[in-house]
């Protein structure tokens, strides 16, 4: 029995995965890759998963994206409008991207697109899955996880 019980802890760590704490904001992804690597990768990643650009910048390594209506919910019935900031910053030999975000509902209030940034909510690791709040994100930390070759790190920043 104390040999089962040894295994299983030894065996623990390759299954678990970090969790974000409630409240994160931000979600950090440590790469070795050059930032033009990283630039190209979330780009790729934003697009095939229905995003537009917005902001593509890259002499700075930013790119945001047009706002993008997602359902959530059961049988995806609601609707939530997501905006995703993409940050590429170099520090020795690693980069750091850095995710934020922004969501607003459009069921619950109207706004137009020049609006959004001042209205929408940053996305946060708060409500449950089938919420906006919730779903918004596990959108972004969906996106996050498609990024291979990455560390993923989750951060609360303070207003």
């Excluded at 990768?41 to 993008?68: A, P, Q, S």
């Amino acid at each position: 029995m104390k040999r089962i019980t040894l295994l299983l802890l030894c065996l623990f760590p390759l299954f678990s995965t970090a969790q974000a704490p409630k409240k994160a904001n931000v979600i950090v992804i440590k790469t070795n890759d050059s930032e033009d690597e990283a630039f190209k990768k979330m780009g790729r990643i934003l697009l095939n998963e229905g995003f537009e650009m917005e902001t593509l910048d890259k002499d700075f390594y930013m790119l945001v994206t047009k706002i993008k209506g997602c359902g959530y919910g059961l049988m995806k019935a609601g609707t939530v409008d997501i905006k995703i900031k993409c940050q590429i910053d170099a520090k020795n030999d690693q980069r750091t991207i850095i995710l934020t975000g922004k969501m607003n509902s459009p069921e619950l209030m109207t706004y137009s697109p020049t609006e959004f940034d001042s209205k929408a909510m940053v996305i946060e690791n708060i409500g449950g899955k089938s919420s906006i709040a919730g779903a918004s994100w596990l959108i972004m930390d969906e996106i996050a996880k498609k990024y291979e070759d990455g560390e993923i790190e989750y951060l609360i920043k303070t207003k």
